[in-house]
């Protein structure tokens, strides 16, 4: 399967031009056996410096792409972090490169990409597991300072993604991966409910192609979790076609909602809280995906809302110190003030509730099929699961929009008196 951004980029029925920065990806068994050809068909050339952990080198199937250097990071505690940067520097020290490649999953991505960044390079991405949508960012998730931080990067020039590879990657790998694309269902409801609420602009393009994705990997998840040749492919090309579409919106709008916001908080470890979880990104958001469609749901089943609707209230400087202390304090104020969801009255709320109804019970699945599915395959699918006990739900639920600015109806949902609904 081949992704061509030339079928993607230009002028949009939205109105906005798209650009994507990734030029192309290549999702094909045996992709690294032919590393060398397809390069010369995207005309890169030069000197190559390829980064690898310690797991991602020995990758079974894997053909190594030539290279004058390869850096190896020791796996053990390995993070995009200070750290994580300086060792792979370390490694690189006393050479020049024309390109970089991250042969690996996000965190060798991420280090990649804030070096080539730095270096002034393209970088090739390489996923050796099926594991985030993160390969084609445009931005490093980087900790910094002990903080998480988005840092500069750059998006990889193109993606060779060799499916003989990644279905033979350790099984929770692609489950993290189904995790965090079944997420886009209720990232895309947000979307919508926000546009319904606000105007805010939803590109049908991009909202159909990152649909398509989630719809692809629902029915395939069986597959892909047991590395299934087509099933893995079609798990890639979602995560890519994921990433892509970020890169043609500019920002994360089609691929996190309210429940990358719960995963956030609990990365977090507010102090308030008192919540930790060593499970990996897309479990966190899986499992969160079934915490938001429950909730959602929920609310969806009262008709009139009228007797429910209150003024919207913006969090307080109190209840925020009280949940994320001194140090995590600054960086949640400056989400909330100004906060956009101000704007929205109860009368926008009571005259948009039927299409809000409608996108809820038309667009999500219900938490019951998602825990079904998550079960068959084997995922995490409970705050147990994520060693977060379970009774935090209705903390994470109600702290969980203050991670960032962005409108989602959980956000919303502080507008209605929710403890008297069914
Ligand atoms: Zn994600
Ligand atoms: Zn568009």
Known sequence: MRIDS???????????????????????????ARFAELLREYNISGKACAVYDQNTYQAKNLH?????????????????NEAGVAAAKEQMAGNSFDYLIAVGGGTVHD???????????????????????????????????????????????????????VRVAPRHLALSGIGDILGKYTALADWKITHELNGEEVCSRIHDMTMDAVKAVYDCSDGAAAGDADATEQLMYALLLSGLAMQLMGNSRPASGAEHHISHLIE??????????????????????????????????TADIAPFVRPYRTFTD????????????????????????????????LRAWPAIRKIITECIPSAQDLRDLYTRVGMKASLTDLRVPEEK????????????????FNRISRMLDTKRMS
């Open 318 to 349: 109190a209840e925020l110190r009280d949940c994320y202390g001194e140090r995590l304090l600054d960086g949640i104020l400056s989400e909330n003030r100004p906060d956009l969801a101000e704007a929205v009255s109860e009368q926008d709320l």
């Open 268 to 301: 977090m470890e507010p102090p308030g809280l008192q919540v930790s979880s060593d499970a990996s990104h897309g479990e966190k958001v899986g499992v969160a995906t079934i915490l938001i469609s429950e909730y959602y749901h929920r609310l969806a089943q």
């Open 64 to 80: 190594r792409p030539e290279a004058v250097c390869e850096v190896i990071l020791d796996p053990e505690n390995l993070h995009a």
């Open 111 to 165: 280090i990649t990409r804030y070096c080539a960044n730095e270096m002034h390079i393209p970088f090739v991405s390489c996923p050796t597991a099926a594991s985030v949508d993160g390969f084609c960012s445009t931005v490093s998730a980087m900790t910094w300072g002990g903080c998480k931080k988005t840092m500069p990067g750059v998006a990889p020039d193109i993606v060779i993604a060799d499916t003989d590879v």
């Open 393 to 408: 739900l209705e903390e994470l639920i109600y702290f969980s929009p203050s991670v960032r600015q962005r409108i989602t």
């Open 6 to 32: 030339k079928k993607m980029n230009g002028m949009c029925t939205c109105g906005k031009e798209h650009l994507m920065v990734t030029r192309g990806a290549v999702i094909e068994a045996g992709a690294t």
